[in-house]
């Protein structure tokens, strides 16, 4: 059954997946969720804390694209340099991604950057969508992935804990760790007591920090 479309509490658009009954973000904001879990927390806080170029980024979970797009205005706007790979092993039908809303609600003055584009262009080839942005979708799951180079920032999206157990194991936390730089980070919305815990025992630095709205918590883990 497709994924239908829903309104969140700032008019920006998710998808609501009856298989696993659950919204691919907060149904208090999509747009307010993913700017401040994996943009504000996540890329921005590796920017202020690393001179570095490029920053690689490691997405779990395409889905909508929101993400990416909110990652492709971040990098034109303050002109850094992003290299953007995203795995997503289910991604979504055409006909379904024509029906968000983000490119009439985010808006970058004199840059013809299209949404549409994240999802136009070939999956398992780089491709330069600006000056400061290049993105390579990956058809695969995290357990599956083969890289040889490493990540600054990891955006873990992954549908919840209870939803998809499978993704937020210790086995694959130590995968993701493999591919990380000294200094990165890895950020989330989740906040469940043994998902910190198993990143505690892998040696990441585990802070719990304020949730976007309608949410107490959220984790970002730097890897030391």
């Excluded at 993105?135 to 180079?149: M, N």
């Excluded at 086995?171 to 505690?200: D, H, I, W």
Aim: hydrophobic content about 35%; charged content about 20%.
């Amino acid at each position: 059954m497709d994924p239908q479309i829903r309104i969140t509490g700032d008019g920006s658009t998710t998808l609501y997946a009856p298989d696993l009954d659950e919204t691919y973000h907060s149904m208090n904001g999509a747009i307010k969720e993913s700017q401040h879990v994996f943009m504000e927390q996540g890329l921005e806080y590796y920017v202020g804390q690393a001179s570095k170029s490029p920053v690689t980024i490691l997405e779990i979970g395409l889905g909508t694209g929101l993400n990416a797009w909110l990652s492709w205005h971040f990098a034109d706007n303050r002109q850094v340099t992003l290299q953007y790979t995203s795995l997503d092993p289910f991604p979504l039908e055409p006909h379904i991604l024509k029906e968000l809303n983000y490119s009439s609600i985010i808006s970058l003055p004199g840059q013809p950057v299209s949404f549409d584009r994240i999802h136009e262009i070939a999956w398992e080839q780089a491709q330069p969508l600006s000056d400061y942005f290049t993105l390579y979708k990956v058809p695969q799951r995290i357990q599956d992935f083969q890289e040889t180079g490493t990540f600054d920032v990891v955006y873990f999206d992954a549908f919840a804990p209870n939803k998809q157990p499978e993704i937020w194991e210790k086995e694959v936390l130590e995968k993701v760790k493999s591919l990380m730089e000294p200094g990165s980070c890895l950020v989330t919305y989740c906040a469940q007591g043994q998902f910190k815990r198993n990143l505690q025992s892998l040696g990441f630095e585990v802070s719990t920090l304020p949730g976007p709205p309608g949410k107490k918590e959220m984790t970002r883990a730097v890897l030391p």
